[in-house]
């Protein structure tokens, strides 16, 4: 079956940096765009960043510009998300989901299990 499968998440403390990787089996990644989501206790998802198919092409939300970078390397099948200067407040469930585009509306074809990211002193 088609499947996505988020790794790398733990416990960092603030300022610290974490890679969370995203790799496909059932498909490749070739077609598509890839984004990650996150959700922290008690608050609404978040769309984190986004990737274009070819890699050409990324966007982040405010929140998290300048610190994450998200990559992909279509012959490994895998995205990943970079994530330096962790504050607290990126405490939450991290997923990645494939879609067509990296525009809005975004609609999300398949989804991960998601991987805890926990940022604390």
């Known amino acids: 079956q088609l499947q996505l499968v988020e790794s790398g998440g733990g416990l960092v403390q603030p300022g610290g940096s974490l890679r969370l990787s995203c790799a496909a089996s059932g498909f490749t990644l070739d077609y598509y765009a890839i984004g990650w989501i996150r959700q922290a206790p008690g608050k609404e998802r978040e769309g984190v960043s986004c990737?274009?198919?070819?890699?050409?092409?990324?966007n982040y939300a405010l929140s998290v510009k300048g610190r994450f970078t998200i990559s992909r390397d279509n012959a490994k099948n895998t995205v990943y998300l970079q994530m330096n200067s962790l504050k607290p407040e990126d405490t939450a469930v991290y997923y990645c989901?494939?879609?067509?585009?990296?525009?809005?509306?975004?609609?999300?074809?398949?989804w991960g299990q998601g991987t805890q990211v926990t940022v604390s002193s």
């Open positions: 989901a494939a879609t067509g585009l990296c525009a809005f509306p975004y609609k999300y074809d398949y």
């Open positions: 990737i274009s198919s070819t890699g050409d092409s990324t």
